[in-house]
């Protein structure tokens, strides 16, 4: 059974930051890649950045610079460092694997809530 497990969203004040984390149990993220889609409300879900198994890094040009992916292989575990936030950038922020490059991939995590406000 795959778990997507993500964590570390929370208030914060534009210009600030914060670092996701999502623990995967039942898929090994360094082999299958993974993805981190974000969902405000009244949108669509959409891609902030993945990687895949063979580390290309697929991410929306206008987050580039401010958002990176990263992951621990040892610990399984994939992480989103977000800096520079703006109230434009909060949503609820999920993780996806596994991630292709090509569209989302089977499993999501419950999502973790970002806001940016002052």
């Known amino acids: 059974q795959v778990q997507l497990v993500e964590s570390g969203g929370g208030l914060v004040q534009p210009g600030g930051s914060l670092r996701l984390s999502c623990a995967a149990s039942?898929?090994?993220?360094?082999?299958?890649?993974m993805g981190w889609y974000r969902q405000a409300p009244g949108k669509q879900r959409e891609l902030v950045v993945g990687i895949t198994a063979g580390g290309r890094i697929n991410s929306q040009d206008s987050l580039k610079g401010r958002f990176t992916i990263s992951r621990d292989n040892a610990k399984n575990t994939m992480y989103l460092q977000m800096r520079n936030l703006q109230p434009e950038d909060t949503a609820m922020y999920f993780c996806?694997?596994?991630?292709?490059?090509w569209g989302p991939g089977e499993y999501w995590g419950q999502g973790t809530q970002v806001t940016v406000s002052s």
């Open positions: 996806n694997a596994p991630h292709t490059g």
């Open positions: 039942g898929i090994i993220l360094s082999m299958n890649g």
